[in-house]
C-alpha cells in the first residue's frame, strides 16, 4: 500500500522525492511558517536534505504511511506538506508556504487524507495545535476533528512552555474514546469553553 497518490479538485498529494529538494527548502526556511511547528527553520540544501532523509524517507520505508507533498495541479510543485504518523497516536499535522494561506489548500488536502486513512482502518487520528496559533485548529475543525482538552507542556526542542489543544476524530463506532496520552502525561491539563 505504502503512500497511495490522492487527488482532490485543485491538488495532488503524493510522496516527496529527491527532486522535490528546493520546493521543501521554499517550505521549512520561512520563519513564519516554522514558528509554530516542532523544529526550527532551515537555513540550508544540506539541512533541508537531512529533513528530507529523517522524516519522509524513514516513513516510506515502513508498510503504511502517510507522508505527502501537497502540489497544486497545475505544476505538481509542491507548496506545503501534510502527514499522519503511524504511531499509537495518529498524530495529524500539516505546514504551507504562507503565499498560499488563506485559500482552502490544507483543509481539501485535510479531508482528503482523512478519508484515505479512514479508508485504511486507522480508528482515530489526534492533532494539537499552540492555543497561540487558532487558524490550525479552524482546520481541524474543517476536516471534522472535535476538541477533547488542553495540556501544558514544554515544547522541544524549542523548550518554552505551551499550552496545546488536542484535537481528535474518531473513524470507529466509538465516538467518545479519547486518547488520554497527553493528558495523563502534563501536570497541568484542562478543558477550555470554546
Known amino acids: 500500500m505504502n503512500t497511495p497518490v490522492l487527488e482532490t479538485g485543485r491538488l495532488i498529494l503524493r510522496k516527496f522525492t529527491e527532486r522535490d529538494m528546493e520546493a521543501l527548502f521554499l517550505i521549512l526556511k520561512d520563519k513564519e511558517v516554522n514558528r509554530f511547528l516542532p523544529w526550527y527553520p532551515v537555513k540550508n540544501m544540506e539541512e533541508t536534505k537531512k ?57 481539501e488536502a485535510g479531508k482528503a487524507v482523512a ?8 480508528p482515530y487520528i489526534t492533532a494539537t495545535y499552540d492555543r497561540n496559533n487558532p487558524r ?21 526542542p524549542k523548550n518554552f512552555l505551551v499550552v496545546f489543544r488536542m484535537y481528535q476524530l474518531n473513524f470507529s463506532r466509538n465516538n467518545d474514546f479519547v486518547y488520554k496520552k497527553y493528558w495523563n502525561e502534563s501536570g497541568n491539563h484542562f478543558i477550555e469553553r470554546l
Not at 508498510?63 to 504518523?85: R, S
Request: glycine share 10%; hydrophobic share 30%; proline share 2%.
Open 51 to 107: 529533513f528530507y532523509e529523517e522524516k519522509y524517507v524513514s516513513k516510506y520505508a515502513q508498510p503504511q504511511g502517510y507522508a505527502y507533498a501537497i502540489c497544486l495541479k497545475e505544476d505538481n510543485f509542491p507548496i506545503g506538506y501534510i502527514k499522519v504518523d503511524m504511531e499509537e497516536h495518529h498524530d495529524f499535522g500539516y505546514g504551507l508556504r504562507k503565499e498560499f494561506w488563506h485559500k482552502g489548500i490544507v483543509t
Open 115 to 122: 478519508g484515505q486513512v479512514k479508508k485504511d482502518g486507522l
Open 136 to 156: 490550525s485548529g479552524n482546520v481541524m475543525q474543517k476536516i471534522g476533528m472535535i476538541y477533547r482538552y488542553s495540556y501544558e507542556e514544554y515544547w522541544q
